[in-house]
């Protein structure tokens, strides 16, 4: 054996030269902010792992590669790679997710998708290390057994690196691969299908010859992510999936990876959304989050009468007439003795506040099913009580399909937004009629606001018009594409002022709403 | 003074020159030229709205397609992924399935390599005239579905499609072999003069066929 050459018989030497050389490592990766890497021995043939930031080094694949080449390069090799993950691609975990999703819509089977997307990431890692910051990677893949992933992969290395890896060459394989712009970010998801359309073939081949083949960098799993960047890349990606069923699929691969799934069912993050239905829920909330929908406030001001709001003890100069003998065990002691502190009410006025707000969502047949399709619906109405429940306000639903025979879900208000979804996303998909007498009662109740989404093809659309018309509740309807009733209700609706209406056909129209705008903003005093 | 980024001093210009960077500007390069010949074939073709499929509307549109790619270096990879580019819709507007055909099969037939693999699986569209003219010695393997007219006036080439086609495959075919996979449309083998058309499943209609041969599942079911 070559005398340069380290065995790293003692931890306590890698140690040592890790920390010498991670500084170095940041340095030329411009000083990314990555905690110290730290050893492992986990006895399979991959390299590395990332976990939570923190690069994790094999000390076993060390071992057997310092039989081979000095462990400083195996070392800074390796660091190169997993900074390359951090600093270029996948750089965060929505990037991740758009180009695992890519590869599955590509390819449809979860293993496949992963190990194409995987090989991506790595091609662009290592080409980025290698270009940017003279990495050693080169040396480490020119050592070493390789499996027929990496033999091609190295071939393609070979190609686009002009270096000799000592392997065979592969050219026919990686003929399709070798122009992609690996390097051009903005253009992945194209390169990604194009890479996938190359290498397919191979990838199929070797997923029913050894399924668990995997290339000596590793799997990359959505641990190596902080669990802070979850929730926002689920609101990136819910935006930018084409339906919430791949959302939906994504979410399941994402739980699954997760090494310890929150069992808050839906409550933060997603982590608890199992089902395809608490996938949707999830998907419309991390949506609607990218929507914020202005509100006008309600002009509430005081009423100039004053009622007894709350105790505070009686002291000696104060009058007589506010004391609470009930409250003050018949004793008249200064300190001990309750007297009344009197409040002003709020009535409508000058001063601006925010009513509650009570959400009305057609799911009745002729509207869109939310688990397959983008529902406008579902997104204008969680984008709607989003914005009321910013402003403190409280939200109930009520959902309808057919709501006289049965086909109605009503939430009372809650500031709960987990519920509140849940009923926005239940579908039912019978009949459309609405149950005026109902509504109406709850709109009398405490005054919210109204916000009505439906595609108007209501069975007693002109009953709830003029329902509506009578109530001095501010009404915002949005109509949900362009049917005869929705003409019919903007036209029965012209005359009052406390009803808006709006058309989505859409996702850029719902920003256009405002919520709670009436047409004369004063019209209630 | 001190200068917080002396550091980084040494890392502007150390920058690698990989031989990947000249390879994709030579792909885009060629993705652009194709599109720009492309672009030149529907400036002739579109005099009208429609465009439609007539004998010798698809003979000028082959000669004006062979004539605009004559100065355009290619190969067959750069073909196929000039198929998607015209699916994407994005870099080229109007994808228009008659002359974009002809002007693949223009590519296909006077590419310097003799066997031609398409992998089209992942198109949104499928694209006529696939295989049109494919000369003898050349074989052309589309792995996906393909549109109308394929194969047709094939003269001696090969023509595997690995899905299904539309109607008038083989239509006008002199010599060769069109191996379909999975089914074929109507008129299929119209007017066919020689050759032989492979269908692995259902034959929607054949058409008036005056020699060559047709089998079905291994059975020969043309001419009649």
């Known amino acids: 054996m070559n005398d340069n050459r380290e065995r790293p018989e003692q931890s306590e030497d890698l140690e040592e030269m890790l920390q010498r050389l991670w500084p170095e490592v940041r340095r030329r990766h411009l000083y990314p902010e990555l905690p110290l890497p730290r050893f492992d021995k986990s006895g399979s043939p991959v390299g590395m792992e990332i976990r939570n930031k923190q690069i994790i080094l094999n000390v076993d694949y060390i071992e057997a590669m310092a039989q081979l080449l000095p462990v400083e390069t195996i070392l800074e090799a390796l660091l190169d790679h997993g900074v390359s993950h951090y600093t270029c691609c996948p750089w965060d975990l929505a990037t991740h997710l758009r180009l695992y999703a890519r590869a599955k819509k590509i390819l449809g089977d979860n293993d496949l998708a992963r190990t194409a997307a995987d090989l991506f990431m790595d091609v662009v890692a290592d080409t980025h290390a290698v270009r940017e910051r003279q990495s050693s990677l080169p040396q480490l893949y020119r050592s070493g057994a390789r499996t027929p992933l990496e033999e091609v992969i190295f071939s393609l290395y070979e190609e686009i690196w002009g270096v000799d890896l000592g392997g065979k060459r592969n050219q026919d394989a990686v003929k399709r691969l070798v122009a992609i712009p690996y390097l051009d970010k903005r253009r992945w998801l194209a390169s990604l299908t194009r890479f996938i359309r190359g290498i397919r073939p191979l990838l199929e081949e070797t997923k029913s010859s050894s399924p668990d083949e995997q290339t000596r960098m590793g799997r990359h799993g959505f641990q190596q992510y902080a669990p802070e960047e979850i929730e926002q890349a689920l609101r990136e990606f819910a935006r930018d999936a084409d339906s919430p069923e791949e959302f939906a699929e994504v979410l399941e691969y994402l739980q699954n990876e997760l090494e310890s799934p929150c069992d808050k069912s839906g409550e933060d993050m997603g982590h608890g959304a199992g089902s395809p239905v608490e996938a949707n829920r999830l998907y419309y909330m991390k949506l609607a989050e990218n929507y914020a929908l202005p509100l006008r406030k309600m002009p ?226 | 003074m001190f200068n917080p980024f002396e550091d980084f001093k040494d890392f502007l210009s150390k920058a690698k020159n990989l031989p990947l960077d000249r390879l994709a500007a030579a792909h885009d390069q060629i993705m652009g030229d194709l599109a720009a010949g492309y672009g030149k074939l529907v400036e002739q073709e579109l005099k009208s709205l429609v465009w439609f499929v007539e004998h010798n509307r698809v003979i000028e549109a082959y000669k004006t ?160």
């Not at chain 1, 209700?489 to 002022?497: G, R, T």
């Not at chain 2, 002809?102 to 066997?115: K, S, V």
């Open chain 1, 300 to 525: 509430l001001k005081d009423s100039g009468h004053l009622h007894p709001h709350s105790h505070r003890p009686w002291e000696v100069c104060q009058p007589f007439q506010d004391l609470d003998p009930w409250s003050s065990f018949g004793k008249y002691l200064p300190g001990i003795t309750q007297i009344w502190e009197r409040r002003e009410g709020l009535i409508y006025g000058k001063k601006e506040k925010t009513p509650n707000c009570l959400v009305i969502i057609d799911s009745s047949g002729s509207m869109v099913d939310p688990r397959s399709q983008l529902s406008y619906a579902v997104l204008g109405g969680g984008c709607a009580a989003d914005a009321y429940l910013r402003h403190d306000a409280s939200v109930a639903v009520y959902n309808f399909s057919d709501a006289p025979a049965g086909g109605r879900e009503y939430l009372s208000f809650t500031r709960s937004r987990p519920l509140i979804y849940k009923v926005l996303c239940r579908y039912f998909g019978g009949g459309t009629a609405l149950d005026v007498d109902e509504v109406t009662s709850v709109a009398l109740e405490d005054d919210p606001d109204i916000f009505l989404i439906t595609d108007m093809q209501i069975t007693n659309l002109d009953q709830t018009v003029s329902r509506f018309s009578r109530l001095k509740n501010r009404v915002t309807a949005v109509h949900v594409g362009k049917k005869s009733g929705a003409l019919r209700f903007i036209k029965a609706s012209v005359k009052n002022k406390n009803i808006s209406v709006f058309g989505v056909n859409d996702t850029n129209d719902i920003p256009r709403i405002v919520l709670g705008s009436v047409r004369n903003y004063l019209a209630l005093e």
């Open chain 2, 65 to 224: 397609a062979t004539e605009v790619i004559k100065e355009v270096s290619y190969d067959a990879h750069s073909i196929e992924d000039f198929c998607y580019v015209l699916d994407s819709g994005t870099d080229i507007p109007y994808l228009i399935s008659g002359p974009a055909g002809i002007y693949i099969a223009a590519l296909c037939n006077n590419a310097d390599e003799d066997a031609i693999v398409l992998r089209l699986g992942e198109m949104k569209r499928t694209l006529h005239f696939l295989g049109y003219r494919l000369p003898y010695g050349k074989s052309l393997r589309v792995e996906g579905d393909a549109g109308n007219f394929t194969g047709s006036a094939l003269q001696g080439g090969e023509v595997t499609v690995t899905g299904s086609t539309g109607d008038w495959a083989g239509a006008g075919m002199t010599e060769g072999k069109i191996s379909i996979h999975k089914h074929c449309g109507r008129n299929t083998g119209e007017w066919m003069q020689g050759g032989e058309i492979w269908v692995g499943s259902r034959i929607r209609g054949l058409g008036r066929v005056a020699s060559g041969q047709i089998y079905q599942a291994g059975e020969p079911v043309g001419p009649a």
